[in-house]
């Protein structure tokens, strides 16, 4: 005597399921990523015990100054640690030939920085970048 079994609808292998899973690496991978801006540039040089560029001696060979504007927590304007009125920032941009250079602490407020970027702008100046400090490895 034979048994013989019927034949049982056939099985499918199906991607939905491995379709969510990466969609779901996708987002969680999308979210724990650090996205880096590759405009920034690093202000602490290789082999100088300095810590920004207006520590750093003057370079005679180049025309245009560097001008380091910093952000504090209060959203107020530092240059040389000195803290900056709105006319007095104007009057600082207004000087020909410089690149300015803004560093926002970590607390600075939002409208600070705006408002800087745009005292920028309204100065004409083209070479301006936002800078951040990073500890070098």
Do not use: C, H
């Not at 801006?37 to 690093?42: A, G």
């Not at 900056?84 to 409208?111: F, H, K």
């Amino acid at each position: 005597m034979s048994l013989m079994r019927r034949p049982g609808p056939a099985r499918r292998i199906t991607l939905v399921p491995l379709i969510d899973v990466l969609f779901i690496l996708l987002v969680y991978f999308m979210v724990t990523s650090v996205y880096r801006d590759l405009d920034m540039i690093p202000v602490v040089r290789a082999g100088s015990g300095a810590t920004g560029p207006e520590l750093s001696p003057p370079q005679s060979k180049d025309p245009v100054q560097s001008l380091l504007l910093r952000i504090n927590a209060g959203g107020q304007v530092v240059l040389r640690g000195r803290v900056l009125s709105p006319d007095a920032l104007a009057r600082v941009l207004a000087q020909p030939e410089q690149r300015v250079l803004i560093l926002p602490t970590g607390a600075a407020p939002l409208w600070a920085l705006t408002g800087v970027m745009d005292a920028v702008a309204d100065a004409g100046i083209s070479d301006a970048r936002l800078v951040r400090l990073e500890a070098i490895r």
